[in-house]
């Protein structure tokens, strides 16, 4: 059904990122590889400051041993939002695949920060909804 509504939007608006977008992720979810590799390079055509697109298309080249290409993926990504924690775990994953293991180290220590960064946010807009609405949870 999902993948429905987005090709029709896509035949509306050939140019939607989002729609590309999540038809790549569909694609490989359902291991069209190929496919997910295509509709994400197209997403980041698109919008070059996609940091999800640019992380996802960073984890396909990753995936298939493309490591200078998910490498140029994954640091733009970071370039774009030091605060994602997604990029920085895919790096690790690249240091390590490419023997680079103080690069590796970093990137992992960096996916922490990130990920304990966006915990907090996270928890922080939870207390915030909770304390609007008045429960004292």
Known sequence: AARTAFEHTLTLESRHVEATYHLGLIAREQGRT?????RMERAVALAPDHVAAQTELGAL????????LARTHLERAVSLDPDAPTP???LGLLFTRTGELDRARESMQAFQRARDKALARADGRVVKERHHKGDER
């Open 88 to 90: 920085y775990y895919q």
């Open 61 to 68: 080249h990753l995936a298939a041993g493309r490591h200078e």
């Open 34 to 38: 190929a496919e997910a590799v295509g």
